[in-house]
């Protein structure tokens, strides 16, 4: 018995697993914000800055702060002052010129401590040159290089600063689509299977993978809107990928409709066979690749990358493709437990 039904088990416990793990592994620590964020050249700036998750207390000894400019050229701070764990003052003096033939330059804040390691906030200020001059600004900037930054110990996901917390939902929302498609695949499967054989076995799996890779389609929807409303803002925003998502199901919700309008069972078979055929087909371009062509918000769009990264380093990866796997045989196995329930009633009807 167990033998044959290790998979479901596995299953199981890959999701206990996933959430497990999802959901109690810490973010590193990070930048939540910097005031003020725009300054002038010249001025010496003051800098409130406030951490997530950090020690700034615990670790100020080794506490050390920078502006980068470029890869080749950073500012560091003058002082330092330490409210609490969460709190610091910066100061940084920035020269009569920048380095740079932009009137307006945005800076990179690092912090770097033994306890927290490295944390970035990308366009942490922008500077305003009153008087632009690259070759007195070479000759201005004081140049303090960015070396031997430390890296916290432990496992823990990254922090992104418009992601936060919810960067969890990426073992749901993304690995629910994943295994969506992988479901939708096998069902496409068996779909050409009936086509070439008319085994009503191979319809009925089809019709039930079917139906669980649109339930997994729709909770994808559902993590995502969730998503969407902490980091854009609102719960669905018209984004061309959520469009695009929403076109695919309905797509695949005209699936059960047009297998339901006939009373003939082969030709309901047949039907519904090329149209799921068709309705993949359609899936693909609709959610990788119009999206692609287009300004998005959503990553993996327009020139937004997903799953790279930046969004996904290794330690993410040891939660996020386990998790594709378990919901990948958890909706396996849901689907098997409905075709087993569409045979029996097939052959009721017989």
Not at 205 to 230: C, E
Not at 318 to 328: N, Q
Request: hydrophobic share 45%; aromatic share 12%; net charge neutral.
């Amino acid at each position: 018995m167990l033998r044959s039904n290790w998979w479901k088990l596995l299953a199981v416990l890959i999701i206990l697993y996933t959430f497990l793990a999802g959901m109690l592994v810490p973010l590193k620590p990070g930048i939540v914000k910097v005031s003020p964020s725009s300054a002038h050249t010249g001025e010496l700036i003051e800098m409130e800055v406030t951490g997530y998750n950090s020690n700034y207390l615990k670790a100020k000894d080794s506490l050390r702060a920078w502006l980068k400019l470029d890869n080749e050229r950073a500012l560091g701070a003058s002082d330092l002052e330490v409210i609490d764990d969460r709190n610091l003052k910066i100061k940084f003096q920035i020269p009569e010129y920048l380095p740079a033939d932009e009137r307006i330059k945005d800076l990179t804040l690092i912090l770097d401590n033994s306890k927290d390691g490295a944390s970035f906030l990308p366009s942490a200020v922008f500077i305003t040159q009153d008087s632009i001059d690259p070759d007195m600004g070479l000759k201005s900037w004081q140049n303090t290089s960015v070396e031997n930054l430390n890296e916290k110990a432990g496992i823990s996901f990254p922090f992104r600063n418009i992601l936060k917390e919810s960067i969890r939902n990426t073992y749901f929302h993304v690995s629910l689509w994943l295994s969506m498609v992988i479901i939708f695949i096998a069902s496409v499967v068996y779909s050409i299977k009936y086509l070439r054989t008319n085994d009503v076995d191979s319809d009925l799996k089809a019709l039930s993978l079917t139906r669980i890779g649109t339930i997994f389609g729709f909770l994808g929807l559902i993590t995502g809107a969730i998503w969407a409303k902490n980091t854009w803002g609102a719960y669905w925003s018209w984004d061309v990928k959520q469009n695009m998502t929403a076109i695919a199901l309905l797509i695949y919700c005209a699936y059960f409709v047009l297998r339901s309008s006939f009373e003939d069972p082969e030709k309901s078979a047949r039907l519904g066979a090329v149209y799921n055929i068709f309705a993949f087909a359609a899936l693909i371009p609709l959610i990788y690749v119009i999206p692609r062509l287009t300004d998005s918000l959503h990553p993996g769009a327009g020139g937004n990358p997903a799953l790279g990264g930046e969004d996904l380093d290794n330690t993410m990866r040891m939660v996020f493709y386990p998790a594709v796997i378990g919901w990948t045989l958890f909706g396996l196995w849901m689907g098997s437990l409905w075709y087993r329930a569409d045979r029996l009633e097939h052959k009721l009807n017989e």
